[in-house]
């Protein structure tokens, strides 16, 4: 039996800082100051395999915890970072670690996933992206 996300103002079964190498993008564009804006998928219904300091670890996370509209809302302006932070983003760490931001998150119940847009502000993060160094 796999534990199961939990719904939660917080958390959805997902960090509430957004790596941007778990974001599998769908389309990268030039935003209006420089930056850039990505449409891509940062989480499906299904069994989700995490890899932290406690280890490797499974957990379903169903249609109803995924697309529950406190919790997609709770996405709207959360802090997207290269790589996994080990203690996530904070006020006090959030310059040190944060390349972007969460800026729409929308359900694609049909194909079991969750959509979101990011803007990326950060020169390095961009470069990444552009140059393909990461490309999700």
Do not use: C, N
């Not at 209006?32 to 379903?60: C, F, M, P, T």
């Not at 944060?98 to 390095?124: N, P, W, Y």
């Amino acid at each position: 039996q796999l534990p199961r996300a939990r719904r939660s103002s917080r958390v959805i079964g997902l960090r509430l800082d957004r790596a941007l190498d778990s974001i599998r993008f769908d389309r990268v564009s030039q935003g209006a100051a420089g930056g850039l804006i990505i449409d891509g998928v940062a989480a499906r219904v299904g069994v989700l395999e995490y890899d932290d300091a406690a280890g490797k670890r499974s957990e379903y996370v169903s249609p109803d915890v995924l697309f529950d509209a406190a919790s997609m809302a709770s996405l709207l302006g959360a802090p997207v970072t290269l790589g996994h932070p080990p203690a996530g983003v904070s006020p006090e760490t959030w310059r040190q670690h944060s390349i972007g931001t969460v800026i729409d998150v929308r359900a694609d119940q049909e194909s079991g996933v969750l959509r979101v847009k990011v803007m990326i502000s950060d020169a390095a993060a961009i470069d990444a992206v552009t140059s393909r160094k990461i490309e999700e």
